[in-house]
T-cell receptor, first 115, second 115 residues
Framework: GENVEQHPSTLSVQEGDSAVIKCTYSDSASNYFPWYKQELGKRPQLIIDIRSNVGEKKDQRIAVTLNKTAKHFSLHITETQPEDSAVYFCAALLYSGGGADGLTFGKGTHLIIQP | GAVVSQHPSWVICKSGTSVKIECRSLDFQATTMFWYRQFPKQSLMLMATSNEGSKATYEQGVEKDKFLINHASLTLSTLTVTSAHPEDSSFYIC???????????FGPGTRLLVL
C-alpha cells in the first residue's frame, strides 16, 4: 500500500516569512495529492490539491509542487500570517473512479507563526 | 458547497456499550464515504470505505465486527462501535466524495470517550 512521509514535524517561522512542508510517497501510481489544514479539535479542511498531470498549482499565498519522478510534493506558504498556525497534513491516493481508495496521510506538520 | 455533518459531536459511554455515529452529506450525493480515526497529536488513519448499497471495505487491522458500517443512502453513512472499550476512545472523522470526483470533504468529527 501507499506510504507517505512528511517533514518537518514542527516548523516555526516569523510572521511574513515563507514556510515549506515536504512529503514523499511510495506508490508511483498515486495520482491525487491534497493538502489539509487542521486546527485543534476541528475537521481537516482542504486548502489545495494537485493531480499527477500537473507540476505546480498556486492559489494566492499557497502553492503546491509535484515531482513525479522523485515521488515528492511540497506545500509553500508565502507571507505567513498568525492565522496560518495549524497542523498541515499531506495525503496521497490512487483515484480510480470508485472502490476502496481512501487517503493515506502523512504524520502532519505543526506550523507555528511567530509574531 | 460541499458540507458534511456528523452526529453526535462528542459522546461519553460506559465500557461494553455500543455507540452509533452518523455522517451526512448535506448538499451533495456521496456514493462513497470514508471513516478515519485520529488519536491525539497523531495523523488520520483510514478505517474503512463505505459504498452506498454495498458492504464496506475495511483496512488491515480494523475489525469489521467491532466497527459496523452501513451506507443506506447516498447521503448517510453510519459507524457503530460495538462493545466499546477505553482503547476505542478517539476522534472519529468521516469524509464524503461526489461520484466521479476525487476530492474528499470531511465532517466535523466525533470525539468518543469510553469510561
Amino acid at each position: 500500500g501507499e506510504n507517505v512521509e512528511q517533514h518537518p514535524s514542527t516548523l516555526s517561522v516569523q510572521e511574513g516569512d515563507s514556510a515549506v512542508i515536504k512529503c514523499t510517497y511510495s506508490d508511483s501510481a498515486s495520482n491525487y495529492f491534497p493538502w489539509y489544514k487542521q486546527e485543534l479539535g476541528k475537521r481537516p479542511q482542504l486548502i489545495i490539491d494537485i493531480r499527477s498531470n500537473v507540476g505546480e498549482k498556486k492559489d494566492q499565498r499557497i502553492a503546491v509542487t509535484l515531482n513525479k519522478t522523485a515521488k515528492h510534493f511540497s506545500l509553500h506558504i508565502t507571507e505567513t500570517q498568525p492565522e496560518d498556525s495549524a497542523v498541515y497534513f499531506c495525503a496521497a491516493l490512487l483515484y480510480s473512479g470508485g472502490g476502496a481508495d481512501g487517503l493515506t496521510f502523512g504524520k502532519g506538520t505543526h506550523l507555528i507563526i511567530q509574531p | 458547497g460541499a458540507v458534511v455533518s456528523q452526529h453526535p459531536s462528542w459522546v461519553i459511554c460506559k465500557s461494553g456499550t455500543s455507540v452509533k455515529i452518523e455522517c451526512r452529506s448535506l448538499d451533495f450525493q456521496a456514493t462513497t464515504m470514508f471513516w478515519y480515526r485520529q488519536f491525539p497529536k497523531q495523523s488520520l488513519m483510514l478505517m474503512a470505505t463505505s459504498n452506498e448499497g454495498s458492504k464496506a471495505t475495511y483496512e488491515q487491522g480494523v475489525e469489521k465486527d467491532k466497527f459496523l458500517i452501513n451506507h443506506a443512502s447516498l447521503t448517510l453513512s453510519t459507524l457503530t462501535v460495538t462493545s466499546a472499550h477505553p482503547e476505542d476512545s478517539s476522534f472519529y472523522i468521516c469524509s464524503a466524495r461526489r461520484s466521479g470526483r476525487e476530492t474528499q470533504y470531511f465532517g466535523p468529527g466525533t470525539r468518543l470517550l469510553v469510561l
